[in-house]
Structure formats: structure tokens, C-alpha cells
């Protein structure tokens, strides 16, 4: 009789298919996501600390109220998409967090990346309130974004998954069901860790070659034909000029920052440390993106460690 009743808490969830879902975090991740739940129909109440970032999608048919936890009073389903742990404490547990007004059977979904601890004391502090929390931290960028076709990493209760799902395949061409809260978190962690190193290697091999007296896109051609292929070399090559609508084609404009990708290094560096993983290569990854923080690419696509090399090279 359990698995009856917990399918049909699922299934009626599922029936109010269109009822309104929360979006907190409008960034340059959010905000294209957001928009791809109105165009899958569901109306979208939303908020974020820069009224700007509201403007655009209240355009597009959002309603637009002023903080997280007016949303939690307006529907009981919330995507929030914050860049990292401290965001993520303010906006759940603050003076005017969604726990502050959620509703008991509330499904929150957390999508930013933050450390997996976060990710399960939030989860408790839900449960206290009679909500449900799961994190679902995204790969893909802004482009998949933009494209709904991200991948979400999930992690949470796993008889709430199906309701989780049927909103983040509105957003994303990849669900992944991961286990128990913080697992999405250790997945993307994982997986960011991964690109930050390949982006670098990319780099290096691209500006190696061009000192060789290779042709760039020769180069780039001859690499992902070739066992040296990476989503760095094929997808989002750092290199100006190898490819088009990526960032390092906009002299390193929008895209994923490297602020982001030095904060998500230091996660991995930290839950290294916890469980006493050597990561030799992440731990340098996050070193050369702190380093070009402080050196004026902290706004620009984590791809600019390829001018940054360059840059390097001359001194």
C-alpha cells in the first residue's frame, strides 16, 4: 500500500502540470531557463536581487514579485539558480527566504552549484518546514541553456524525482537521477573539475601549436579527428577565430565566468580535502583561475585562460 500512496502523491502533482512554478535567480543561466518554462506553458513568478534582470522576462510573461519569499507564497513549486553557497543559505533561510512562507508539499529545486553540505542542510531545513528539497546542478552552459538542453544532475528523495523531471525536461535534454541530496552536487563538481583541466590542456596544446607555425583551425581540425578530442577542442574552443558563437569568439563575453569556475574549483578542492582525494591537476586548475581573477579576467568565459597563457608567455 506504501508504493500506491507514494505514487499517487507523484501523480497528483503531475495532474497540476500547469499550475505556477517559482524561479529565483535570474542570471545568465536562470533567465534562459526560466523563459523555456514559459514556452513549455507554465506561468512563471519570479524574483531576483537585480530588478534588470527581472525586466526582460517579465516581458516575456513572467510576474515579477520582490523576494524569494513572496514566490514561496505564490507557488509550490521553486527553481532557484543562485551562483553559490552563501547565495543559496540567504535565499532559503534568510529574513525573506523561502522558508520563511513555503507551503507544506512544496518541491524546491536548487540548480546552482554549490558544496554538497549546503545542499543537505538545506534539504533538512526544508523537511522541518514539510517541504521537499532536491539539488539539481546543470552542465551545458548558456547556450544549452538557451536550447533546453542542458543536463541536470539530480539528487533527493527519489519518489519526488518524477516530479522534479517533469520540469527540468522542459529546461535540459539530459535528467539524471544521482541518489540522496548532494549527490547532483558531487557529480557537477566532478564534472567541472574535468572541463576546467581539459579547457586548460586545449589552451596550452592551441597556443603550442600556433607557435609551431600551425594554422588554428588546421590545428583544431587535426585535434578532434584525433585522440586528443575534448568538449574544449570540438564545442568551445578557446582559441579567437576557430569557431563561431562561442565565447572566445566575443572577445570572451558571457558564456560560464571564471570567477564561477575558480568557485567551483574550490569546492572540488575542498571536498578533496574531506575525503583525502589527491587532485594534483584540479588543485593547479585552481590555482591559474585564481590567479587570472586577480588579474582582470575574473568576468570573462573561463576560455580566456587561453589569452591569459598568451599573455604569460610575454613577460
Known sequence: MAAVSKGGSVSMRSMASKTPVGFVGLGNMGSPMAKNLLKNGYPVIATDV???????????????VDSPAEVAEKADRIITMLPSSPNVKEVYTGPN?????????????????IDPAVSKEMAIAAEKM?????????????GAANMAKLTFMVGGVEEEYHAAQELLTCMGANVVYCGQVGTGQAAKICNNML????MIGTAETMNLGIRLGLDPKLLAKILNMSSG????SDT??????????VPSANNYQGGFGTTLMAKDLGLAQTTATNTKTPIPLGSLAHQIFRVM?????????????????????GQ
Open 130 to 142: 514539510g517541504a521537499v528539497f532536491m539539488d539539481a546542478p546543470v552542465s551545458g552552459g548558456v
Open 236 to 245: 568551445y574552443n578557446p582559441v579567437p577565430g576557430v569557431m563561431e558563437g
Open 229 to 232: 578530442r575534448c568538449w574544449s
Open 50 to 64: 537585480f530588478p534588470e534582470s527581472c525586466k526582460e522576462l517579465q516581458e516575456t510573461g513572467a510576474q515579477v
Open 97 to 113: 527566504g523561502i522558508l520563511k512562507k513555503v507551503k507544506k508539499g512544496t518541491l524546491l529545486i536548487d540548480s546552482s552549484t
Open 293 to 313: 581573477c586577480s588579474r582582470g579576467y575574473a568576468n570573462k568565459d573561463f576560455s580566456s585562460v587561453f589569452q591569459f597563457l598568451r599573455e604569460e608567455e
Open 195 to 198: 572541463l576546467a583541466i581539459g
